[in-house]
């Protein structure tokens, strides 16, 4: 596809948008030199400026929502989808006839198998066909792909933490026990999204720590099927979600066994080889111990490696914002990779600290 | 009223309860050596057991809630009502001729004026009868008329701050301009309660400060009704609340200008000698600066003097828990002193810091 | 030893007390029935009453700390050491000629290998011969030696969410693979004590998660020696311990395999069996998701169990909060045991919630 | 002075920048079009790379700290002093005379009065004629001047809020009683700094609201000296801070009397008026109620007014990131203006909410 210039600014539209995936991707579509913001779309909020919900976009947004017949989508270039699980799978096909592209920053397309997606997600995939075409929006596994896509699924937030902390042990020599994979991640509040609910109400989930979802969470398909893929056989996975005090962030200690044959690779060099090209994957310095706060607000991913003992655990440590690197932020990557524009265009805010 | 002994443990009942006046109730009351739980009604939960709602109470509080019909209320010698404003009147008057005394924790008997009630409440009043024979239960300023009451008004939060923090300077020589006084207040986000709403999640209210309320708050009318009955005049009052990114604790910072004749009181000995004998109030040395978890889940309120440049303004610092001395464990100083028993019976925990 | 009445409640002292594991000392022994504070000593605070330093205690606990010299330790019955590591040591031979138990919240008395503990404590062990004696004060495990002792090393707080996590599969028949087990621990920020340190500031620590101590931490040594002894077998630990923005609560999330002779066995019975008779653990129903805050400020530790889809891996969660149960809770249960009062005596508060 | 083009990059170095401005300036700095970032010192750091000590920065900024007397600091267009107070007079003619600008964000060219310097910072006042010529960095009321300016004292952040929420009221036709202002404020705790001390440990600082600094804080005279010029008369100032549990951000409660003969005057159109060009001040709309959180990690200020009662009391409302808009975003809004640049030129980015 030809790249496109300044003077050909992508127009962008976004269906749903009163999330936090929604604040976000407007927030730093606001800012991307090579978009140009054409509709957001909220049935309920139609009319309502959307600097009127998210004060921060004041003075640098000025759209308002609207409802969805009036936003005439099929005009845009590229529409994101920031919507409840189900939403995007019913309008995709309209939308690729119109010869729009789509982003899905839901599950509709990240999943292929739809037995899987509907034991999960508790509704039959309205797109069977579309889904077979979308690619899983994952940049640093499937580049090439994603260039040539019409769909993409963009990926969840804790299976972005655990492929790209996984993924340079995986397909080539056997380093790792794959049969028993153990990850214990933690993510902050906004995770659960901008829903009226108790349990993330500040005074339920501030000066508190728990796990939730040990029985079953969605994101463990999600990431078991991509780890199957990368290790070409059927990985034992065992995972426990937390939930962090804080808003943002999100941090995965992942325990692989090593391999008696690979006792001696040097996992640290393997690490810094495999990511030596990506703008937004950072493998810190050997024993380093990242920080969410690090990631805070940009599309970074830091990775570190320990080694207790020199034994046969290994640990990677994974550190992003999940709404940055973890949804929004990647989505538009994608979105750069899908117009030819260099990946890292309006993604290169550094994180706030403090 | 004959005091309660242990044999005779006063029983209590409870309406509402899901909320968080609810388990600071049922927390403080389970250690109450003067107290039988008796019941607590909950449509919505009916057989719920309480420790399954709330996790702290687990192996504390074995009863369940209840609907309304099974609950018996009318055999208690009390019932608190921590409800929505409005459902308490509508009970009253079965539970009074049924000898049962009430504690309100919302604000059917805030208000002695019906008419301001129903501007503020949008309702009008159920009971103007049972209303005008009610008692505001702020008890450092009513006590005598408490200990006699068969229905209690429990003040609200941000009034018993204020109240408090302004009493010793009212009613005898004047001693402040009465006209323009200043109150800028600070409420934890548990004061909104434990509902679910988008404002009070955590991803909305940590890390962020606000003004609410600035046009009205349903506080203000009560606040300069007690003013007035406490000045023997009708006082102006500017009150703003804010809201803070912690779960408990209420700081109200009043501003008052002392009169030319005043200018040589001893404020500090007045407070002192005002409050020398009240076991929940704790006015602090000169100079204090109170903070909040001093008092964290405790039913003290501790108050300070300012007196920058020893000129005309006088400021006064006050804390408390909202949860605590700003509604359910002042609840239960009512209703120690409705029973005859020592005002600080099941009262006497130690805040918790850090 | 005879029970303690009333009459002769236990003559307390505390040495440090300036930090978090004193004042929690101070407020739940100042609540404790069967006590008299006697002594705080801080050579720096000479002569400042606790309530200056700590305003939750003012009206409550009317002391000052004194110098070491004044406070006449070997007068008290027994004395706690909230002091940082090596302290205890130095004193613990002439306080017990005199006649004074002593429970150490330090790390004196928690390794009885000397090289360990001179391994990772950087000094030498003052009195061996006192450590011989002494007794690891993890109530639940060693209750009877307790009860006979006159040295107490009070546990680590994640040893006692470990060591108690994993008790009941350790010591019987073969269970669990004990040669690879796997703690991922999270901490509230008060576990790092009240010290000047620019990493545990709220700009720094607060909305933001990080793993720490990966490569080495001074709790893991502790904890392998007490599993190695549940289960007379060098265990295999691997250990990763992460810092909450949180001021209280611990969580452990504990990763163990199910032998294949045990695949039967009913887990949830075996832990509801060990801990039935026991005040301060609690075994959550089957499927629980435990919360940090439903233990905040009480001396309770719950456990869930979880194993999902039923295979090979069972994952234990257990939560405390670090400065009661893990530190200063356990010391005074201990202190109960010692002195023949009930164990629970001034440990029966409800945990604060919200 | 000519514009600098992107083929002239100002060469910038900052002295201090192991703090919150610090690294602020850097964050800012690192992705300002118009800038080299030629050297940061620091004495104890010689040698480490910035990112080492703050993460975000990693990938961003490759310079390390270097001591004072290698960083040739006189090859310099400007340095920014991001150092305790006393620093900036102590180097402020030796630069001056090599041609370099200077921008102090502490506290030495604020005050001209050297007597209430001295009186305040506890130190005399190194160059009382550096500071002569010296302008207030308050960019909306000093615009010329700065431009023109070779050395910048840099606002406080208090000062920054009341000053610009003050303003329009004062200089003009009488408009307030400008002998009774009352300021309460709020800060987040990033204010304190980066430095090591118990009272802002996560520990003391969160779940807890207090005020500080009420018997005098720095700000006060500042503040006063400002307005005193605004107004061309002498002030009367109440001024209470007080510390909000969280990292960033910063809340003004102001509360003015309207004079009688300014009750008619349309505040809100006089606000919108005064502040209609100001590319980061915005006037909200009417009965607006702002967040800090609107504003984080930009340079936006906002302010809003309310009336309660449509009285004589106006209440004017403000936040700022503490840090940004509060420090150093300023300080590069001055250089913008000192260098010719566009003044929002790096200032742009969009707050981060949630």
Redesign the interface.
């Known amino acids: 596809m030809m790249a496109h210039t300044a003077a050909q600014r992508i127009k962008v539209g976004i269906v749903g948008g009163t999330g ?1 995936t929604g ?1 976000e991707l407007l ?1 730093m579509l ?2 991307h030199p090579g978009v140009e913001l054409t509709a957001i779309t909220s049935r309920k909020e139609d009319g309502m400026p959307v600097a009127e919900m ?7 947004v000025k759209i308002a929502f609207s409802s969805p017949d009036k936003a005439k989508l099929e005009q845009c270039d590229v529409v994101f989808f920031a919507t409840p699980h189900g939403v995007a799978m019913a309008q995709a096909k309209a939308l690729l006839a119109a010869g729009v592209r789509i982003i899905d920053l839901a599950a509709d397309f990240r999943l292929q198998d739809t037995a899987v997606f509907e034991h999960w997600y508790k509704m039959p995939h309205a797109c069977p066909e579309v889904l077979a075409e979308s690619v899983y929006g994952l940049v640093e596994l499937n580049r090439q792909s994603i260039a040539a896509a019409r769909v993409i699924g963009n990926p969840g937030c804790y299976p972005t933490t655990v492929l790209l902390g996984l993924a340079p042990l995986l397909g080539g020599q056997p380093l790792i026990d794959t049969t ?1 994979i ?1 990850v ?1 991640a ?1 993510s ?3 995770g ?1 999204g ?5 349990s ?13 979802g ?3 969470h969605r994101h463990q398909p999600e990431i078991k099927a991509q780890l199957d893929l990368l290790a070409s056989t059927s990985v034992g996975l ?1 995972f ?1 979600p ?1 939930l ?6 999100m ?1 995965s ?1 992942i ?1 692989v ?1 090593i391999l008696p044959e690979a006792r001696e690779v040097d996992f640290q060099a393997l690490f810094e080889a495999r990511y030596a090209n990506e703008a937004f994957v ?1 493998v ?1 310095p050997a ?1 380093s ?10 599309n ?1 991913l ?1 990775i570190a490696l ?1 080694r ?1 003992g020199q034994g046969d ?1 290994l ?1 990677i ?1 994974v ?1 992003q914002d999940n ?1 940055v690197k973890g949804a929004s932020g990647q989505a538009i990557q994608n979105m750069n990779l899908m117009f030819g524009l260099p990946e890292t265009t309006g993604l ?7």
Chains 1, 2, 3, 4 share one sequence.
């Open positions: 936090y604040v927030r606001a800012q998210f004060p921060n976009l004041r003075g640098h028993d153990i214990d933690k902050g509040v906004s659960a901008r829903k009226a609910e108790v993330t109400l500040l005074s339920e989930a501030s000066d508190n720590f728990k796990a939730y040990v029985a079953g065992t426990v937390h962090v005090p804080m808003i943002r962030g941090f200690t325990y066994r950072d810190m024993g111990l990242p920080e969410t706060r690090s990631v805070r607000a940009s970074t830091r320990q207790p655990r640990i440590l550190v709404l290169n805010q550094i994180a706030i600290l403090p």
